[in-house]
Structure formats: C-alpha cells, structure tokens
C-alpha cells in the first residue's frame, strides 16, 4: 500500500517513537495503573462539590422554587440560564464526531473521543433543570405526549418548549449511539489485556464480542458514516429550537430572526472552550501530550477563534437592529443591556466571549497550553453570562414600569450552579479511568499518514530502509495488540 503524502509543514497528529503496541500500552495506562494523586486529588474535589449540588437540589425540593431568588417579573433566570449553558456545551462533541468525520479531518482522532464524552455528561446535567424547575419532578412525564388521565389535556405542541424535549432526546440518543459504537473496538482491545474476571466480563459485555475482523470493520465504518450524517443536522437543530423558546415570544430582546444562527455559533464556541479545557487538562494528567498534541490544540484554538468572531457579529447585529428597527421597546432593551443595572454582566460576556478570543491570532498563545486554558476558561465564563444576559436583563424591565424588578441568585442557586460543574468533572474523571479517553483504532489509522515514526522511516536513506526492512503495513490486528 503506498503510505499518505504527509506535508513537512503540517504538525505530526501522533508524536514521539510509536509503535502500535506502545500506542495501545500508552492510552490504556489509566485504566490498568492505579490512579495518579493528581487524578485523585480532582477527583475528591469534583466529588465533594457534586455532593453541594445533590444538597442544594433536595433543599429545593423540599422547600419548594421559592428557595430561589425568582419573583413575579422573573420566572426564569438561573435554571434556564444554566440549561442553555450546558447544551452549549454538549455540541462541541458531536460536531468533532461528526462533522469533521464527514470532511475526514484527521486531527478529530485525537480529541473525538473526550468531545463526545463531554456531550453525553453535558447534557445529562442539562436535563436537571427542567426537572428540578418543575418542583413535582414525579410528574415529568407530562411533558410527554401521553393520554392525560385527569382530562383532556395534551401537551402543548405548538410551544417549542415541548420541541425541546424531542430534539434535545434524540441528539442525546445519537450521540449516545455514536459515542458507543466508537468504542466497541477500544473494548474490545482493553478486553484483552485486563486480568481481572469482573473487569474482563464486563469490557466482554461492552465489546459484543467484536473480533476485528474485515467485515466487522467494513459495518463499523458504515455505522459510523451513517450515524455521522444523521447526527451533523442535529448539531444545527438542537440549538435552533432551544432558541425558539426565546425567539417566539414577543418580549423585547428576544423576539428576534437572528437567534437561531445566533445560538448554533454560541453553542459551537462554548463546546469547543469547554472541550479546549479539558484536553489541556487530560493531556497533562495522563501523560498523553503524544497524542493530545500541540497541533491539535491549535486546531481548536483556530475553530474557537472563528466562531467567537462569529458571536460578535450576531451581538452587533442584534443591537444594530434593534436601534434601526425603529421599535423603542426593542432600542430599550438593547441600551438597558449594555447600560442598565446588569450592564456589567453585559460587558463580562462582551469582553470574555469578543476580545479574549482574538488573542488566538497570535500563534505563540494558541500553542502554549497555559496560555489556551487560561483563554478557554474565560470562553466558559463569558458563554454562561451570554445566557444570563439575555435571559434576565430582558425580564427584569417590564413593558409596565410597576413591574420592574431586580434579580438576586440565592446561595441555593449558587449551590446548584457550582454543583454541576462538580457533577460534570466526575463524571469525566471516572470516564478517563474506565474507558480509553483517546480512540485507540483511529490514531493507528492516521500513524502512517502524519507521526513522527513515519516521517523517520521517510527520512531514511533507500538503503537502509532496504537493510532495515520495510515499513510495517497498518493493519487491523495490532487494535488487539
């Protein structure tokens, strides 16, 4: 098979002396090592603030929504708020899986598997607020179209809000899929190297018996083509309806066109701030900077660049229209943002999520590591107040002036917030223990075509290479290696 053409100028994907059986040994060393104190010591503390989130949700069930700082003008403010963030988030995910599969960016193989991960968590944690907003969470199940047995009432299939509930499961459902079907054959490799009998039925079990034959291949690369091409239009969808709930009243600030677009750029840049800080701290904590590299992050950097640039055309946009538009109400709401009471929370998102960003032109902050999670967590930051502005600087100011009301988060709600954030890092640092945090298979498959064990068997001279032997041909036996 004649190898890859592979750009002297393009970053290596896979770096350092690798062979396949030390690509296998390195990403499953977390699952087979004892854990790292680094490991342990993020893993009590993920722990012990999901442990506030658990409190602060059974105080809120026990003490009803009044716990919260909500009040006749406000009704929604930091579950919403916290909602829509953390659906942001979750895109990132799929978008690597998916999107970047379908234009066979080589790159992805890296950080797919983290990314889709985080989309699972993210929005796992996102689907609390609904059901804590609720307060009766026993009676979710309304919000399914089920025969009511109290009357004829039906859920509301006008309202996007019911929309919500049906994009929102089916992206979590093929994600899901697809984050499953990616790891069957990474199964099935840890599934031949663990010792222990529980640990060796369960990956069994996990990895249906894959053998990594041809034709099971062949199935898998067609699952992973179709299941890629169904989820890529849910990346635009999710977040488009999400929007609806807000773009389909007639509340000043939010009755606008522009919010579908709007909110699937929003969404992109949070997931890939989030995804950006995670990798930086995987790839230090497991050791794994050969195959997290320096270039992918870049790669990152670049996307989140791009897409920031794009969340600062939609904030101009909107404010532009709204004083062209010759509407005072929507003039009103758009000058109370920037210079109302939550101003400040105005300038936070415009600083964090417009300004911050454009320092990744600058190729020696977009490669240095510290320098990326330093930006991504402002990325993170100005993201969840983009979400609390628009949500509560336009209900704070009522088209009645003896509506107007201020907001105030409880500690209850702080507890809630900071909890999820616990609640996402355990679960992800139990993940990067049990299962492998890098698709083992798809960074053999890039080795020939871009590592720096290729490039050295290229450099050398015909000769020795003719002494030495020829270059191993990738094969789909050594996943099992």
Same mark, same amino acid.
Request: with cysteine; hydrophobic share 50%; glycine share 8%.
């Given at each position: !098979?004649?190898?890859?053409?592979?750009?002297?100028?393009?970053?290596?994907?896979?770096?350092?002396?690798?062979?396949?059986?030390?690509?296998?040994?390195?990403?499953?060393?977390? %699952?087979?090592?004892?854990?790292?104190?680094?490991?342990?010591?993020?893993?009590?503390?993920?722990?012990? %603030?999901?442990?506030?989130?658990?409190?602060?949700?059974?105080?809120?069930?026990?003490?009803?929504?009044?716990?919260?700082?909500?009040?006749?003008? #406000?009704?929604?403010?930091?579950?919403?708020?916290?909602?829509?963030?953390?659906?942001?988030?979750?895109?990132?995910?799929?978008?690597?899986? /998916?999107?970047?599969?379908?234009?066979?960016?080589?790159?992805?193989?890296?950080?797919?598997?983290?990314?889709?991960? !985080?989309? %699972?968590?993210?929005?796992? #944690?996102?689907?609390?607020?609904?059901?804590?907003?609720?307060?009766?969470?026993?009676?979710?199940?309304?919000?399914?179209?089920?025969?009511?047995?109290?009357?004829?009432?039906?859920?509301?299939?006008?309202?996007?809000?019911?929309?919500?509930?049906?994009?929102?499961?089916?992206?979590?459902?093929?994600?899901?899929?697809?984050?499953?079907?990616?790891?069957?054959?990474?199964? /099935?490799?840890?599934?031949?190297?663990?010792?222990?009998?529980? /640990?060796?039925?369960?990956?069994?079990?996990?990895?249906?018996?894959?053998?990594?034959?041809?034709?099971?291949?062949?199935?898998?690369?067609?699952?992973?083509?179709?299941?890629?091409?169904?989820?890529?239009?849910?990346?635009?969808?999710?977040?488009? #309806?999400?929007? =609806?709930?807000?773009?389909?009243?007639?509340?000043?600030?939010?009755?606008?066109?522009?919010?579908?677009?709007?909110?699937?750029?929003?969404?992109?840049?949070?997931?890939?701030?989030?995804?950006?800080?995670? =990798?930086?701290?995987?790839?230090?904590?497991?050791?794994?900077?050969?195959?997290?590299?320096?270039?992918?992050?870049?790669?990152?950097?670049?996307?989140?660049?791009?897409?920031? !640039?794009?969340?600062?055309?939609?904030?101009?946009?909107?404010?532009?229209?709204?004083?062209?538009?010759?509407?005072?109400?929507?003039?009103?709401?758009?000058?109370?943002?920037?210079?109302?009471?939550?101003?400040?929370?105005?300038?936070? !998102?415009?600083?964090?999520?417009?300004?911050?960003?454009?320092?990744?032109?600058?190729?020696?902050?977009?490669?240095?590591?510290?320098?990326?999670?330093?930006?991504?967590?402002?990325?993170?930051?100005?993201?969840?107040?983009?979400?609390?502005?628009?949500?509560?600087?336009?209900?704070?100011?009522?088209?009645?002036?003896?509506?107007?009301?201020?907001?105030?988060?409880?500690?209850?709600?702080?507890?809630?917030?900071?909890?999820?954030?616990?609640?996402?890092?355990?679960?992800?640092?139990?993940?990067?223990?049990?299962?492998?945090? #890098?698709?083992?298979?798809?960074?053999?498959?890039?080795?020939?075509?871009?590592?720096?064990?290729?490039?050295?068997?290229?450099?050398?001279?015909?000769?020795?290479?003719?002494?030495?032997?020829?270059?191993?041909?990738?094969?789909?036996?050594?996943?099992?290696?």
């Amino acid at each position: !098979m004649t190898p890859m053409y592979d750009s002297p100028i393009r970053e290596p994907l896979v770096t350092g002396k690798k062979d396949y059986a030390k690509v296998t040994e390195d990403i499953c060393r977390p %699952i087979h090592s004892k854990p790292s104190k680094e490991w342990l010591l993020g893993f009590m503390l993920s722990a012990g %603030i999901a442990g506030l989130f658990v409190i602060a949700v059974v105080y809120t069930f026990f003490t009803g929504i009044g716990a919260w700082g909500l009040n006749k003008t #406000i009704g929604w403010a930091f579950d919403i708020t916290n909602f829509v963030f953390w659906i942001g988030i979750g895109h990132a995910g799929t978008l690597i899986s /998916a999107i970047l599969l379908l234009f066979r960016q080589k790159w992805r193989t890296g950080v797919n598997r983290a990314a889709e991960a !985080m989309t %699972i968590f993210a929005v796992i #944690i996102a689907a609390q607020f609904p059901l804590v907003h609720m307060g009766r969470p026993w009676l979710a199940y309304w919000i399914f179209p089920l025969p009511n047995f109290h009357g004829p009432l039906w859920v509301n299939f006008n309202s996007p809000l019911l929309w919500d509930v049906f994009a929102i499961s089916t992206y979590f459902t093929v994600s899901l899929l697809f984050w499953y079907i990616g790891l069957i054959p990474d199964f /099935a490799t840890v599934r031949d190297r663990v010792k222990g009998p529980f /640990a060796k039925k369960a990956y069994t079990a996990l990895s249906f018996g894959w053998v990594g034959s041809a034709k099971a291949w062949q199935r898998f690369e067609s699952i992973s083509l179709i299941l890629a091409g169904v989820a890529t239009p849910l990346v635009l969808s999710v977040h488009t #309806i999400v929007s =609806m709930d807000f773009a389909t009243s007639v509340i000043p600030g939010w009755h606008t066109t522009i919010f579908p677009p709007y909110f699937v750029a929003g969404a992109i840049f949070s997931g890939f701030g989030m995804v950006l800080t995670l =990798m930086v701290i995987t790839r230090r904590v497991l050791g794994l900077q050969d195959y997290i590299t320096i270039g992918h992050l870049e790669a990152m950097a670049k996307v989140t660049l791009a897409t920031g !640039m794009m969340v600062g055309v939609a904030y101009s946009t909107e404010f532009f229209i709204a004083v062209y538009s010759g509407s005072e109400y929507e003039g009103y709401a758009f000058m109370n943002r920037a210079f109302g009471p939550y101003g400040w929370s105005y300038f936070i !998102m415009f600083g964090c999520n417009v300004f911050t960003p454009q320092l990744f032109w600058f190729k020696k902050i977009r490669t240095n590591p510290t320098a990326i999670f330093i930006l991504s967590i402002f990325v993170n930051i100005g993201m969840w107040f983009e979400r609390f502005v628009i949500i509560v600087t336009s209900l704070h100011r009522d088209y009645l002036p003896s509506s107007w009301a201020m907001y105030t988060p409880t500690l209850t709600e702080a507890a809630i917030l900071l909890g999820t954030f616990g609640v996402f890092f355990t679960l992800f640092l139990l993940f990067v223990r049990t299962f492998p945090v #890098i698709a083992i298979a798809e960074v053999k498959s890039v080795m020939r075509a871009s590592s720096d064990t290729h490039r050295s068997a290229a450099e050398k001279p015909a000769e020795i290479q003719w002494q030495q032997g020829p270059v191993h041909e990738p094969t789909h036996e050594p996943v099992h290696a």
